[in-house]
């Protein structure tokens, strides 16, 4: 079901990285992070990059465009002043914003990078850079480097996966060859042994 799959996502051609695009951007974004899958997909493409159905660099491009896109989106809430947890009271709690704001105040402008790398906090944290008002030129700088260091890193363990199973296809496929090949000498060797045991018969028959 899989193998068969592959060959319809290859057929979206350039809509599949405007699918990429939005599976990054909504990944970082404070309402759509948390239910969101955008760190799987990008998961995923890589392991079809791996399959040869799309460019790696292209792939790279996409994914940190929707990546930087969401986060500016969620800087841009914070300095504005929004409250996720009053607004969205039943998707998040006051103590997730709260472990947002000391991580930030903790790690500063490291956060924006580290932050993009913790599943529970990653929309949150340019939300709080916003709120905490980090300077856009702090800010954006971290934004656009983290970016392209996670969209390349998540791409490049789908990628290594692929690899991986692509090779164990092949070493699977040379084990069946081996295994057709011992079942075949085994069951030839038998007949040739039922022979041998027929002549042998034959010939003690004849002679007594």
């Given at each position: 079901?899989?193998?068969?799959?592959?060959?319809?996502?290859?057929?979206?051609?350039?809509?599949?990285?405007?699918?990429?695009?939005?599976?990054?951007?909504?990944?970082?974004?404070?309402?759509?992070?948390?239910?969101?899958?955008?760190?799987?997909?990008?998961?995923?493409?890589?392991?079809?990059?791996?399959?040869?159905?799309?460019?790696?660099?292209?792939?790279?491009?996409?994914?940190?465009?929707?990546?930087?896109?969401?986060?500016?989106?969620?800087?841009?809430?914070?300095?504005?002043?929004?409250?996720?947890?009053?607004?969205?009271?039943?998707?998040?709690?006051?103590?997730?914003?709260?472990?947002?704001?000391?991580?930030?105040?903790?790690?500063?402008?490291?956060?924006?990078l580290l932050g993009r790398f913790i599943g529970p906090l990653r929309p949150f944290v340019p939300f709080m850079a916003g709120a905490l008002k980090m300077s856009w030129k702090s800010f954006m700088a971290m934004?656009?480097?983290?970016?392209?260091?996670?969209?390349?890193?998540?791409?490049?363990?789908?990628?290594?996966?692929?690899?991986?199973?692509?090779?164990?296809?092949?070493?699977?496929?040379?084990?069946?060859?081996g295994m057709v090949i011992i079942i075949g000498g085994y069951l030839f060797l038998r007949w040739m042994?039922?022979?041998?045991?027929?002549?042998?018969?034959?010939?003690?028959?004849?002679?007594?």
């Amino acid at each position: 079901m899989f193998e068969q799959l592959l060959p319809k996502l290859a057929d979206l051609g350039l809509w599949a990285y405007v699918l990429l695009f939005g599976f990054a951007l909504a990944e970082s974004i404070v309402v759509l992070g948390l239910v969101i899958p955008g760190a799987t997909f990008v998961v995923l493409f890589g392991f079809l990059i791996a399959q040869g159905m799309f460019n790696f660099g292209d792939a790279v491009f996409f994914s940190a465009l929707g990546a930087i896109l969401g986060d500016i989106f969620g800087f841009v809430l914070g300095r504005r002043g929004v409250d996720p947890a009053r607004r969205f009271p039943k998707l998040f709690s006051q103590s997730t914003v709260d472990r947002a704001e000391k991580f930030m105040n903790d790690y500063g402008i490291a956060g924006v990078l580290l932050g993009r790398f913790i599943g529970p906090l990653r929309p949150f944290v340019p939300f709080m850079a916003g709120a905490l008002k980090m300077s856009w030129k702090s800010f954006m700088a971290m934004n656009i480097f983290s970016g392209v260091l996670w969209a390349g890193s998540y791409l490049a363990i789908g990628y290594f996966f692929g690899q991986f199973w692509s090779s164990i296809n092949r070493g699977l496929q040379w084990v069946g060859v081996g295994m057709v090949i011992i079942i075949g000498g085994y069951l030839f060797l038998r007949w040739m042994g039922q022979r041998r045991r027929v002549r042998k018969v034959r010939k003690e028959a004849l002679m007594g």
